[in-house]
């Protein structure tokens, strides 16, 4: 008994030390407090902590993706002073450029060994003028938090052109921009829209189906028909894609249309595995093989597995918009709230300041009061006609020390808070401000992606389908251009017309090309687009 009430005593007190060692922690920790924001200019922000959209804002300022603001305010000012062309500086780093240039000269088109003062005095203009540009969007929380994200650099105008179709320009909403990018033509295809800036928000289904099939043929065109090599088709398309991601909205569209084509090209290749094939069949130089009888079994397995990954993809495209739905909701409920909170604090100070006149002039009156009462009731007593005492000059002494003391000497440390308060309450404003812009290109993204996940892999659906032939000759609406086809007759057509028509094509190597193989090739050559178009949209 004795050894157990030990124990029971040790365990006691191990408790209570170990409560008195949380209560000491929490104590000597400061804890935060949610309605105080933290000062941005030496905190950095947890929003920009994620991979940037693009980097080359940074760089030209020379700092981290993840840097506060005082950073970024002190790297303008020393490149600003360190490229001025008026500033003895830049000339004194002629020597150390041109340096720099030679040893660029392996990688690069070579260059002159020196350059005249003139023309580096243009590119220090030059280079002020893209650091004057680049702090305009990193120093400013709204911009910086959509370039950061998005790559937009200071207008969504871009973003609403591809997402919506329109652009606001001259007071009119509708109406589309008159000059689109070349990355931006090629993102407009991969949507399905055509790269003219006329109404293609007025494109239907069908039509940006077409487009997009249109495209993919003449994407897919070589690889089907094995006039260029894997290793050439995948440096095309890393060089692709290297200029799409860091464009506005690149890498999300990228990614969207990558996972959309893997899928489609999956679903093609499990569907011959299942028919007894094997991965030969869609290799450049595979043999024809019969094909064997599917079981109904697998059929359905297939069909099941189908409907599984469409119905996943949809609810999951759903949820994504309902949340993004629901930040921006969330999001203009701060604003509001710190709005009906700026609104009720300039009502208490005006309250306060309608008290504390109405208090001073009550004062002023009461003692104007009592000097009057005064006057009449010692006025002229002991006095000669004419000659004033010495309490008229007192009291009118005591009047002046009671209007100096409402009017100088009031204590000011309310006004202080009530200034402290507004600056912290204008803070907030700006970040939610941001947080709303960043949650509306957000959840516009999210509800034009289930649009455009539908759309395309419809149009891949389509285009692999066994019904239609679409990289073969006899079928003439799967040509992307009337030149194609006529150049393909011309050369192909003379003495194999009848071959053409009844199954496949020979390819300009020579070789003939079934349509079932031609289709797995191009299911094949569609997971690899798709797999490069989300790595690069990752990196």
Known sequence: MTDKGKMRRRRETAVVLWLFCLDAASIAKPTFLPNKPRNCLLLPNNLYTSTAHDTELYAELDVPTNATLMQIQKSYRRLSRDWHPDKIAVRRRKLQWQQQQQQQQQQQRRQSSSRADDDLEEYARNKLQRISTAYEILGDDHSRLLYHRYGLRGSTEAALHLLTGRQATNGNPLEAPSEVSNEQSVLLRLMGYSASPQNHHHCSNLHRMHNIQNSLMQKLLPIVDGTITQE????????????????????????????????????????????????????????????????????????????????????????????????????????????????????????????????????????????????????????????????????????????????????????????????????????????????????????????????????????????????????????????????????????????????????????????????????????????????????
């Open 232 to 539: 050439l088709f995948i440096a095309n398309l890393y060089h692709e894609c290297s200029s799409l991601k860091s464009s506005p909205l690149g890498a999300q569209i990228l990614r969207c249309v990558g996972r959309a084509y893997r899928i489609e090209g999956y679903r093609v290749l499990r569907q011959e595995l299942s028919r007894g094939g094997t991965r030969d069949s869609w290799k450049p130089r595979a043999p024809e093989y019969t094909r064997h009888d599917t079981n109904g079994f697998d059929k359905a397995k297939h069909r099941l597995s189908n409907i599984a990954v469409d119905r996943y993809r949809d609810v999951k495209h759903l949820a994504q918009a309902a949340l993004a739905s629901t930040k921006l909701i969330h999001t203009e409920r701060q604003m509001k709230r710190l709005d009906n909170e700026r609104r009720r604090a300039e009502d208490e100070r005006s309250n306060r300041r309608q008290k504390r006149h109405s208090e001073e002039i009550g004062k002023r009156r009461m003692i104007e009061g009592r000097k009057r009462h005064a006057n009449i009731h010692s006025h002229g007593i002991g006095a000669l006609p004419g000659e004033e005492t010495s309490e008229d000059a007192l009291g009118d002494f005591s009047l002046d020390l009671n209007d100096l003391d409402s009017h100088f000497m009031h204590d000011e440390d309310p006004d202080n808070d009530a200034l402290e308060w507004e600056l912290q309450h204008t803070q907030q404003q700006k970040i939610y401000q941001a947080l709303h812009s960043m949650h509306q290109m957000e959840a516009l993204w999210k509800l034009t992606k289930i649009e455009l996940d539908r759309v395309v892999r419809e149009s891949c659906r389509s285009l692999l389908s066994p019904a239609w032939d679409a990289f073969g000759p006899s079928n003439y609406g799967g040509w992307h251009n009337e030149h194609a086809q006529q150049d393909y007759q011309n050369i192909y057509c003379a003495g194999y017309e009848s071959n053409f028509r009844q199954d496949g094509w020979v390819n300009p190597l020579g070789e003939t090309v079934s349509n079932r193989v031609g289709r797995l090739r191009a299911a094949a050559a569609l997971v690899l687009v798709g797999d490069i178009f989300v790595q690069c949209s990752k990196e």
